[in-house]
C-alpha cells in the first residue's frame, strides 16, 4: 500500500519540483507553490492534486490546510486497534456550507479536506446550475464502520474501518427540494444530471467514487473514499 501511494507522489513529482525549483528564484501564490499548505479557497489547479495525495505521507501537511484556509477542526485523538481498525489522525467533519445529517461524522483528515474541496468546488456550483440554488443538507449513511468489505467474513478491511469513506445518499437545496440516489439517479432531468455532475466532480478529489452505475449495493448512495485505489464509477 506504501508503494502506491509512493507511486502517486511520483507521478506528480516533477510538477511540484518544477514548482519548488522556480520557488527558490520566484515568489509562487501559494495555490502553486509545492510547498505551500493547501488552501481550500483557492480555484484548483494542477497542484491541487498533488497536495491532497502529499497528505497521505505528511499528515501535517493536512491540518495545515485547514489552517492556511483559516478553519479549526476538531481533532480527535489516535485510537490502536488489535483488530485493524485504528484511528489516526481523525476529525469532525463539517460542511463549509451545507450541513451533514446526522451532524458531524468522524473521518480522517485526509476525507476531511476532499471533502471541502468537492463541497465548494464541485457539488454547490453542479446545484447552482441544474437548480439555481444551493445544497443546505447532505445525507450521509455513515464514516467509522469497523468491518470488511461488502462485511464479509473474510477479506480485506473496508475503508469504513479506518473512518477513511463517507457514504452519501442524498441532498436538500435552499428552495426545499430533495434529491436522493434511489429516486433520481435514473431521472432524465435535472436531478439525475445534477448527481452525475456531482459524481464526477468527487472523483477530482477522492481516490474512489462508487455509486449505482458500480454494483448494486451501491444503489442507495455514494461511497467516497481517500484510500490507496483509484476508481470512478
Not at 439525475?192 to 462508487?210: E, K, M, N, P, W
Amino acid at each position: 500500500m506504501i508503494r502506491r501511494i509512493l507511486l502517486t507522489l511520483l507521478l506528480l513529482a516533477p510538477l511540484a519540483l518544477v514548482g519548488g525549483y522556480f520557488a527558490g528564484f520566484v515568489r509562487l501564490p501559494p495555490e502553486w507553490d509545492p510547498r505551500a499548505p493547501l488552501d481550500f479557497r483557492a480555484e484548483p489547479n494542477l497542484m491541487t492534486r498533488w497536495k491532497l495525495a502529499r497528505m497521505r505521507v505528511q499528515p501535517e501537511s493536512c491540518f495545515a490546510a485547514f489552517e492556511a484556509s483559516g478553519l479549526s477542526p476538531q481533532r480527535l485523538p489516535d485510537r490502536p486497534s488489535d483488530t485493524g481498525c485504528p484511528l489516526v489522525d481523525t476529525m469532525r467533519l463539517e460542511g463549509e456550507s451545507a450541513v451533514l445529517s446526522p451532524a458531524r461524522p468522524m473521518v480522517t483528515c485526509p476525507v476531511a479536506a476532499a471533502w471541502l474541496m468537492f463541497e465548494r468546488h464541485a457539488l454547490q456550483p453542479a446545484a447552482e446550475e441544474h437548480f439555481n440554488s444551493r445544497v443546505s443538507r447532505v445525507q450521509h449513511l455513515g464514516t467509522y464502520n469497523c468491518r470488511n468489505v461488502y462485511h464479509r467474513e473474510q477479506g480485506r478491511r473496508s475503508q469504513h474501518a479506518t473512518a477513511n469513506a463517507i457514504d452519501i445518499a442524498g441532498f436538500t437545496l435552499a428552495n426545499g427540494r430533495d434529491i436522493n440516489l434511489v429516486r433520481d439517479w435514473d431521472s432524465t432531468g435535472a436531478p439525475g444530471a445534477f448527481l452525475r455532475d456531482v459524481r464526477d466532480g468527487a472523483c477530482r478529489y477522492f481516490s474512489v467514487v462508487l455509486g449505482p452505475d458500480y454494483n448494486a449495493a451501491h444503489a442507495n448512495h455514494f461511497h467516497m473514499d481517500k484510500g490507496l485505489w483509484s476508481r470512478c464509477s
